[in-house]
């Protein structure tokens, strides 16, 4: 049974670095797979922002590009994400989750909420 | 990289059927099979209900079903239930450079 498990700070200060882990239990991060972190803004919609693929690839939300990195560690069978100076704007609940090829995501964790405030 | 359009709410009875539409464009919606549903009850994470524009994968009810022609791809939840009641997100692969766009949600209420 797949399961994920994101953990992060909880709240982060304005123009701070936040850094973000989803631990990956009953598979292999090192398997054929897509890992993606996903954000979800209270009361708003979902948004995509950055996949990493087994082979290191990496996409990211444009809008986002420039302020996040995605990795993975496959010693310790996680992945992980990092977004620069963040604002208000970055409020959110965040999810990892894995996924095929054909860009669908099948397991998720449960998200873990971030607040940016000083 | 511009969001997938979705209807704000959509509704029905126990039993009847809805049907969610998700347009897209030429770069996306429209050049991919790529498309995927899932739906999002308060508080909880999404569930994958429809992958690759038809599929359904193991343990989603046949009651929901994905369809697409040209930029627009749509979701039929037939045979309404209680526990339909959720928000529903479309995504599409977009590309290698914006990869994946999700659309803005679709509130299902069965009355």
């Known amino acids: 049974q797949v399961q994920l498990q994101e953990s992060g700070p909880g709240l982060v200060k304005p123009s701070e670095t936040l850094p973000l882990t989803c631990a990956v239990s009953g598979y292999s991060i090192s398997s054929d797979s897509y890992w993606a972190w996903i954000r979800q803004s209270p009361g708003k919609g979902l948004q995509w922002i950055a996949t990493?693929?087994?082979?290191?690839?990496?996409y990211y939300n444009p809008s986002l590009k420039s302020r996040v990195t995605i990795s993975v560690d496959t010693s310790k069978n996680q992945f992980s994400l990092k977004l620069k100076s963040v604002t208000s704007a970055d409020t959110a609940v965040y999810f990892c989750?894995?996924?095929?090829?054909?860009?669908?995501?099948?397991?998720w964790g449960q998200g873990t909420l971030v607040t940016v405030s000083s | 990289q511009s969001a997938l359009t979705q209807p704000p709410s959509a509704s029905g009875s126990p039993g009847q059927s809805v049907t969610i539409s998700c347009t897209g464009t030429?770069?996306?919606?429209?050049?991919?099979?790529?498309v995927s549903w899932y739906q999002q009850h308060p508080g909880k994470a999404p569930k994958l209900i429809i992958s690759?524009?038809?599929k359904r994968p193991s343990g989603v009810p046949d009651r929901f079903s994905g369809s697409k022609s040209g930029n627009t791809a749509s979701l039929t939840v037939s045979g309404l239930q209680a526990e339909d009641e959720a928000d529903y997100y479309c995504t599409s692969y977009a590309g290698s450079d914006n990869a994946v766009v999700f659309g803005g949600g679709t509130k299902v209420t069965v009355l």
């Open positions: 690759e524009v038809t």
């Open positions: 990493i693929y087994h082979g290191g690839h990496t």
């Open positions: 030429s770069s996306d919606v429209g050049s991919y099979d790529y």
């Open positions: 989750a894995r996924g095929g090829a054909q860009w669908w995501l099948n397991h």
